[in-house]
């Protein structure tokens, strides 16, 4: 790895966490209660939780700027809600895409009475986004293994991309800027990502990659990683 790397892991096991009667949530980054040196926002990827809720439970997210959020379901369906619009579902291997202007909100409900549901939530600080909120559901298909498909649509100036890779599995990416960071999440499974080890839930932030150009191979089969492509000069805190 070319020594002018910036990389700092995020440990699955050191995130934040905060829990409640609804929910139980990892905090990779400084959320509410939770603030640790070293934990601010990267860049605009202001906010990455990996979230349960519990039977029946719902939970309000309101923006204090404008943001644009991705929802992942990793295990069970989940309904979303922009305020007064009809309620949308998702099911693991769907994400949905919402711009929130500021002071908006958007509500997550786990739809069955017996069983809780896993999934993430990543907010993007945006300049500005529309005043009337929006979702679209972006299409991928993980039984496509070994590539990468975008997550993120529309004018945000950040790209992310997931992907689903069998044991051995390599793989290049390309930052779409010089000045912009990459920051790795993985979903399931094992990666090394530009010389590091990372298992699930673990998160690795990279900055000047040598040529732009970040590689990753997959240690296990079946092994899902995110990529997020970070504009960083944006720098707000959620």
């Known amino acids: 790895m070319d020594s002018h790397t910036q990389a700092q892991l995020y440990l699955a096991d050191r995130r934040g966490v905060s829990e409640n009667a609804v929910l139980r949530s990892f905090h990779t980054f400084n959320f509410g209660a939770y603030t640790a040196e070293g934990r601010e926002p990267f860049g605009s990827l202001c906010l990455l939780n990996d979230d349960t809720l519990y039977p029946g439970a719902s939970l309000t997210m309101h923006a204090e700027t404008p943001v644009t959020v991705l929802l992942l379901p990793i295990m069970g369906g989940l309904e979303y809600q922009l305020g007064a619009a009809e309620p949308d579902f998702l099911e693991p291997g769907q994400v949905g895409q919402l711009s929130l202007a500021a002071g908006k909100a958007y509500t997550v409900s786990n739809p069955y009475e017996t069983e809780a549901i896993n999934y993430l939530q990543l907010w993007f600080n945006e300049h500005s986004v529309t005043t009337n909120p929006s979702a679209i559901q972006p299409p991928f298909d993980l039984t496509d293994q070994n590539k990468l498909f975008p997550l993120l649509h529309g004018q945000s100036a950040n790209h ?79």
């Open 160 to 238: 992310v991309y997931i992907g689903r890779y069998g044991g051995r599995q390599e793989g290049v990416y390309n930052l779409a800027n010089a000045t912009n960071g990459l920051f790795v999440f993985v979903l399931q499974g094992v990666f090394e990502v530009a010389n590091r080890l990372l298992h699930a839930k673990d998160g690795l932030s990279l900055l000047d990659p040598q040529n732009g150009e970040v590689e990753f191979e997959a240690l296990s089969d079946d092994a899902i990683l995110l990529l997020v492509n970070v504009m960083m000069h944006q720098q707000s805190g959620q």
